[in-house]
């Protein structure tokens, strides 16, 4: 059981969006991301082959090459997989387990079964696809088990696994029933990468606290000091490869877009912004709440807050809790501290251009960025990367894990109301020079990292390592 793709990348979602025309006409069309356009030199050079789930349950289009010459090959899922594998299991126990227990996990039998499921038929894809000896590259916390079967099934390829969210320490993660088996599906790969060296030693010490398991090293950025030996005497190396973005995928900005908007926002002193998917991790109301307490104080004279927060995983009940409070208090602040056609807090519940994005990053301000816990958060770098000039302020979350590289915004912690309201105060009031220099350091920082260094980092330590 083999295919002639070198190089293959699989992960739970596959680059592509379903278009239906008016008169019922569908196409696929491919929708690059960061992930997308790091790999796409890797995948068009090796013949490569992206594994995914088209987005659309109980349908998968025939495999298709995109313009770039990048196989894309799809992962049928019914709608019993989608609602058991991804909403169950993936967001509803594992996300809010990594994600250090914001909200309450919830263990089902029945979704750890579709799970395991999932992650078979996903790993006997690949096993097809894939040349013999060829590279897999499998991303994220959906598919936790397709290294170990993929290990069994065809131990002849090279398999890197890269986690794009927090792992958890120890203690948490031993909730989880499953636990030994995710554990087993993880070191079937040749290379763990996480964000940061901290998720890799939460690895290292669940490891070291496993029967049979045996943990070398300690966990290092961009190299693969960290190894696990595992009960069959294969040793597995861990790292830390932080996660960057593709600057050219923010596009050009509009000329004069900047102005329009701010005249659309009625010419505020000051614009601040948040984007993120509407998710219960990312902060959002305690952001609000600061921006409310700070105008109840009248020390933000001539402030409007922007907030677009992108549609996500709506038939969740803690998503829909989430955007009911956020929601609630965008109403309310607006009518305390609105006046006619002059709402003081802007809201989108809406997915945008990417182009339209980087006018908003272009015209902030300030950026509020506040996740209770977040893997890396590329929005913080998107922002910092449109700011070439040093112009603009960045308000980070400690708990996000851009906010290693980015020590130089103003850090906050998202749990504690007065510190997010000094952040933001500072961000608004600071010293020019000072802001504009750490704006600087910043924008240094994610040049020089991209998403093309990450992607050639991870993959020249998985090279080097069998
Ligand atoms: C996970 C981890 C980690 C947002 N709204 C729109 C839009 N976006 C784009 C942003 C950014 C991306 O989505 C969001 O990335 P983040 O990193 O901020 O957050 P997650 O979605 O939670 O991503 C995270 C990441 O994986 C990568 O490893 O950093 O920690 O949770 O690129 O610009 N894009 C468009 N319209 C929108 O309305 N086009």
């Known amino acids: ?47 490569g082959c992206w594994v995914g789930w088209p987005g659309v349950p109980d349908e998968a289009p025939e495999p298709f090459r995109t313009d770039a010459g990048v196989l894309l090959h799809p992962v049928r899922l019914t709608q019993g997989d989608f609602e058991g594998f991804y909403e169950g299991f993936s967001n509803a126990s594992l996300w809010p387990l990594y994600h250090d227990l914001i909200v309450t996990p919830e263990y089902h039998r029945e979704w750890w079964a579709r799970y395991r499921d999932v992650n078979l038929l996903f790993a006997q894809e690949v096993a097809e696809v894939a040349a013999e000896g060829a590279t897999v590259w499998v991303q994220d916390y959906q598919l936790q ?56 030693r939460n690895f290292l010490d669940l490891c070291a606290g496993t029967e049979g398991l045996t943990v070398s090293g300690t966990a290092a950025t961009r190299r693969t000091d960290a190894h696990v030996t595992t009960h069959d005497g294969r040793s597995v190396a861990v790292g830390a490869f932080p996660i960057s973005i593709d600057v050219d995928s923010l596009g050009e900005g509009t000329p004069g877009g900047v102005e329009k908007l701010r005249a659309e926002l009625g010419d505020p002193q000051t614009v601040i912004l948040g984007v993120d998917r509407l998710d219960y991790t990312k902060g959002i109301l305690q952001r609000l709440l600061a921006f409310e307490e700070l105008l109840e104080a009248g020390a933000l004279e001539g402030a409007v807050l922007l907030q677009i927060a992108t549609p996500s995983r709506e038939r969740i009940d803690q998503y829909q809790v989430a955007r009911s409070q956020v929601e609630e208090a965008v109403g309310r602040i607006n009518g305390r501290f609105g006046s006619m056609g ?32 977040d893997g890396m958060n590329l929005v913080a770098k998107e922002y910092v990367a449109c700011h070439p000039d040093g112009s603009g302020a960045l308000v980070l979350s400690e708990f996000a894990g851009a906010a290693v590289e980015l020590h130089q915004a103003n850090l906050c912690n998202p749990f504690d109301m007065e510190s997010i309201k000094r952040a933001l105060l500072t961000a608004v009031q600071g010293a020019p020079d000072v802001m504009r220099e750490r704006m600087l350091a910043m924008h240094a920082q994610v040049s020089e990292y991209d998403v093309d260094r990450w992607a050639e980092a991870f993959l020249s330590a998985l090279g080097e390592h069998r």
């Open 1 to 47: 059981m083999s295919g002639d793709n070198s190089f293959v990348v699989v992960a739970n979602r596959l680059p592509v969006d379903l278009h239906t025309a008016p008169d019922g006409t569908r196409t696929w069309t491919p929708s690059p991301g960061g992930l997308v356009a790091a790999l796409s030199p890797v995948l068009e050079h090796q013949q």
């Open 145 to 200: 088990l397709v290294p170990g079967i993929l290990r069994q099934l065809r131990p002849d390829l090279r398999i890197g696994f890269f986690l794009h969210i927090p792992f958890p320490g120890a203690d948490l993660f031993r909730q989880l029933p499953w636990r030994e088996e995710i554990i087993r599906g993880l070191l079937g790969a040749d290379l763990i990468g996480f964000h940061l060296e901290s998720n890799a």
């Open 342 to 373: 002059r709402p003081v807090v802007h809201y989108l519940h809406q997915s945008l251009p990417k182009s339209q994005l980087r006018t908003f990053y272009e015209a902030a301000d300030v950026m509020l960025v506040t996740p209770f816990k």
